[in-house]
T-cell receptor, first 113, second 114 residues
């Protein structure tokens, strides 16, 4: 059974700092990995989707990498802003012949002005 | 239009009530999903529709009944719910492949069962 772990559970940084969020998964036989952000009481916003054949994806100040063999992904946020404050979730899609989308518990990010 | 809409935003119901949640998208997506999210927990998949057919039911109790009347609409019918069913119910859609494409989420319906 796939398990997804996100470390740290919470992170507080001053504005302008670069930061890295980590996601690890136990079964490397994945189809893709997706990073989301969620604001309190709101739905999820997709940030980046990395297919299993890809190593990284970039969107603006965000860069996500995937190392399937080691079961790890990182989300790099450059020049953090207070508006980046949210919970960041990674989700792994795996399971040949069946649908398995496994979410991590998230990292709650606070960017202090 | 890259939006998934959900109505209502908030719903309070008694255990004997019957209500429905509605989800709509006009992106031409053919896969639609219902998730349940409890406070401070990640979303849990409930149902997946692919091309208007129910393809996945994650052992959800029968008091939750999904319906996909057309490719743009997804409903979740609720009947005889329990207080522990109180949660944020999220709808999502993706282009075609179930799980293989980016999922777009709606803002959710906050459900409280008294």
């Amino acid at each position: 059974k796939q398990e997804v772990t996100q470390i740290p559970a919470a992170l507080s940084v001053p504005e302008g700092e670069n930061l890295v969020l980590n996601c690890s998964f136990t079964d490397s036989a994945i189809y893709n990995l997706q990073w989301f952000r969620q604001d309190p009481g709101k739905g999820l916003t997709s940030l980046l989707l990395i297919q299993s054949s890809q190593r990284e994806q970039t969107s603006g100040r965000l860069n996500a990498s995937l190392d399937k063999s080691s079961g790890r992904s990182t989300l790099y946020i450059a020049a953090s802003q207070p508006g980046d404050s949210a919970t960041y979730l990674c989700a792994v899609f795996s399971g040949a012949g069946s649908y398995q989308l496994t979410f991590g518990k998230g990292t709650k990010l606070s960017v202090i002005p | 239009d890259t939006e998934v809409t959900q109505t209502p935003k908030h719903l309070v119901m008694g255990m004997t009530n019957k209500k429905s949640l509605k989800c709509e998208q006009h992106m031409g997506h053919r896969a639609m999903y219902w998730y349940k999210q409890k406070a401070k927990k990640p979303p849990e998949l409930m149902f997946v529709y692919s091309y208007e057919k129910l393809s996945i039911n994650e052992s959800v109790p029968s008091r939750f009944s999904p319906e996909c009347p057309n490719s743009s609409l997804l409903n979740l019918h609720l009947h005889a719910l329990q207080p522990e069913d109180s949660a944020l119910y999220l709808c999502a859609s993706s282009h075609a492949g179930v799980g293989t494409d980016t999922q777009y989420f709606g803002p959710g319906t906050r459900l409280t069962v008294l």
